[in-house]
């Protein structure tokens, strides 16, 4: 081994970077006292790692070599030694050979004294490495503490494309790159062969859903931060794939016009609706422009992904929003829809929605009947269409209406079966005896239903003949089971009028003459009104007794006197078998008797004091008597009894209001 070959691996420990080296050599080799690079080296040798053992060796032989060969040869190497270890600065990049690759590091010579190590991962990106391939290294240190070269490709490749990543920077210029790996928070790009961070919100306009599937690809992206100091560089493609966008999107804008048909890609869907991709620009597919007929959500239709076609239906160049439709391209279902629905005829459809007032039927896409509540049954009051329908259920139904102008076809359920009212006159004609079950009570009759679904109205004025019927509970009962006979049917109205008391004679012939005027007999009190009280005469025959015909004189009301249960001897004053009335007179029948039954009349019904309240005009005028309820009643004796109202007697003529109040009787126009 030459001089030259030993100077180009000395290392002296004692010298500051980077490397003169030829002051220690020199004074090494001409100093006579031993106190030069060798001495120093002797103290040193110590604290030295056994790594510089052969280096020791090297350095003692080229300080003998060196004395030797500036005697004979005259020639000063220091010089030339200094100059070739000069070469190697700390901070620069430097050519080095691969000599070995272990398991976890790559050893480089560059040349020095030592070698080199390298992590291997540093090389992750190199192509056909093997022993003997020269490659640029950083020279971080001429030596660490095991006196090694410290040595770095990455910081090597970072400060060769320096400038350029700057310059990339600093112009925001596009630049290429390849997706290397993922890690945490986002992808590593190689980027002119130096790591760079993609943040995972600048991959994309939108989320992406496996970054993995971008490993590999060559994508453009903007530098958005750089720091030197610690090689760190930051891009984003968001910002590139954003300005194409907008790129895209004027020029869109430039070139759409309302009805035109372009192909999109679908992007995302929500409850309203679908975004498509048109090129650059998302337009909106709104959930009511996707299809003629009735759909709950836009996923029905449509996927993401899925490449259609669509219709321009508006824009708005300013706010870059644009409205699209799909069912446009198909036509409009309404149109000859006249020619397809003829009314009287049958068509099937599904329910497909149900309201209050009916249910609406899809006879085809886009196309829609309503089935209205009152169309539903000929014969049951049907409260609700989900009693008779449910939704997705499949029926056939009737054409009762088309409106094509205004897109509403009317149908009917019920016609599909025939109407039972068309057959019910020559079923049941006037006259017709039947029994029926009482199926309902109301204040004004009793509905009995007469076969199913069909119900007739028996009313409480024809329930009997003689007694006042206040209210159908008094004769019957619900679910009863009762023979009646029809009065009259009414096709249109849908209504069968029934009878109780037409199944026997009008008793009114024979109770004129039963009852006739003068006639003496008893009625027990029933009920107790303003201006009389309404008597039994016997079980299904009642007549009336005015206030003023009750007996006692100057009575007011009946309850001063007489309460429900007393049995009054009564006498016939009128009767009216037309208005099915009989009026009687408890004063008539006193006339004519003893003063002992009279006394005794009086005796079992005494005047009693009822309470008034006095009303606010008599408390307000202090001349009014204190009660004018109190006034004590003139009782009638033989010698001074004028009845009220005792017409056969002479006296006041009867009023109808005398008994207005009794009468429980209603007119047709009532019934109805």
Do not use: C
Not at 308 to 320: A, H, M, N, Q, S
Not at 624 to 642: F, H, I, L, M
Request: hydrophobic fraction near 35%.
């Amino acid at each position: 081994m030459n001089g030259t070959e030993l100077g180009s691996h000395e290392t002296p420990r004692e010298q500051q970077n980077p490397v003169t080296g030829g002051g220690d050599i020199s004074s090494g080799a001409v100093s006579p006292s031993g106190t030069g690079r060798g001495a120093a080296s002797a103290k040193s040798r110590s604290r030295r790692s056994p790594v510089y053992a052969e280096f020791e060796t090297i350095d003692s032989a080229a300080e003998g070599a060196t004395q030797t060969a500036v005697v004979e040869g005259g020639v000063n190497l220091a010089a030339e030694l200094e100059g070739l270890v000069k070469s190697f600065t700390e901070g620069q990049i430097v050519k080095g050979t691969v000599t070995e690759i272990r398991e976890n590091e790559i050893i480089v010579d560059v040349g020095f004294k030592s070698e080199g190590t390298i992590p291997v991962a540093e090389f992750r990106d190199f192509v056909n490495l093997a022993p003997g391939v020269q490659v640029d290294v950083f020279l971080e240190k001429l030596e660490n503490q095991d006196g090694l070269v410290v040595l770095s490709k990455e910081k090597a490749d970072f400060f060769k494309v320096w400038d350029e990543i700057k310059d990339g920077y600093e112009v925001q210029r596009v630049m290429e790159g390849v997706v290397a790996r993922r890690i945490k928070g986002g992808l590593v790009v190689n980027l002119l062969g130096v790591d760079a961070f993609l943040p995972g919100s600048q991959i994309a306009l939108r989320q992406v859903s496996n970054l993995d599937d971008l490993i590999g690809q060559t994508l453009n992206f903007k530098i958005i931060k750089i720091n030197k100091r610690r090689r760190n560089i930051v891009v984003s493609r968001r910002i590139v794939l954003e300005e194409q966008r907008e790129e895209q999107k004027k020029t869109l804008l430039r070139e759409l016009v309302v009805g035109q048909i372009r192909e999109g890609v679908v992007k995302n869907i929500t409850d309203f609706g679908a975004f498509v991709d048109l090129g650059g620009v998302d337009g909106l597919l709104h959930l009511t422009d996707m299809t003629w007929g009735r759909i709950g959500h836009p996923s029905e239709i449509v996927s993401i992904g899925d490449k259609i076609k669509v219709k321009v239906l508006d824009f708005d160049t300013e706010r870059g929003k644009i409205s699209l439709g799909l069912k446009q391209l198909t036509p409009h279902p309404w149109d000859g829809v006249d020619e397809r629905y003829i009314v009287h005829e049958r068509v099937n459809g599904k329910v497909v929605s149900i309201t209050d007032y009916g249910a609406f039927i899809e006879l085809e896409k886009g196309v829609e009947g309503l089935i209205h509540i009152s169309e539903m049954s000929w014969t049951r009051h049907v409260k609700h269409p989900s009693k008779i329908l449910s939704i997705g259920e499949m029926i056939e139904a009737v054409v009762l209406k088309v409106d094509k102008e205004h897109q509403k076809i009317s149908l009917g359920l019920k016609q599909v079966e025939p109407d039972p009212w068309s057959l019910i006159e020559g079923k049941y004609p006037i006259g017709t005896r039947l029994v029926g079950k009482v199926r309902n009570l109301t204040n004004f009759g009793a509905f009995v239903e007469i076969e199913e679904g069909i119900d007739g109205l028996l009313h409480i004025s024809d329930m009997s003949w003689a007694k006042r019927v206040r209210h159908p509970s008094e004769m019957l009962h619900k679910g009863d089971e009762l023979e009646v006979i029809v009065l009259d049917i009414s096709q249109d109205k849908k209504r069968i009028s029934l009878g109780m008391k037409q199944l026997q004679d009008n008793p009114w012939d024979s109770l004129a003459s039963e009852f006739s005027v003068d006639t003496v007999t008893e009625g027990k009190i029933t009920r107790i009104l303003d201006r009389g009280a309404v008597v039994e005469l016997r079980s299904d025959v009642e007549g009336f007794v005015p206030v003023g015909q009750m007996g006692i004189s100057d009575l007011r009301h009946p309850e001063e006197a007489f309460d429900v249960g007393d049995t009054l001897p009564l006498r016939v004053i009128k009767v009216d078998p037309k208005n099915k009335r009989i009026v009687l007179s408890a004063g008539a029948y006193l006339k004519g008797v003893s003063s002992e039954e009279l006394s005794e009349f009086l005796a079992r019904h005494p005047v009693r004091e009822r309470r008034i309240e006095p009303s606010d005009d008599a408390a307000e005028d202090p001349g009014a008597p204190a009660d004018a309820g109190s006034e004590p009643a003139r009782v009638e004796t033989p010698e001074n009894a004028e009845p009220r109202g005792a017409a056969p007697q002479g006296g006041d003529e009867l009023d109808d209001a005398d008994f207005d109040d009794a009468e429980g009787d209603e007119t047709e126009e009532d019934k109805s």
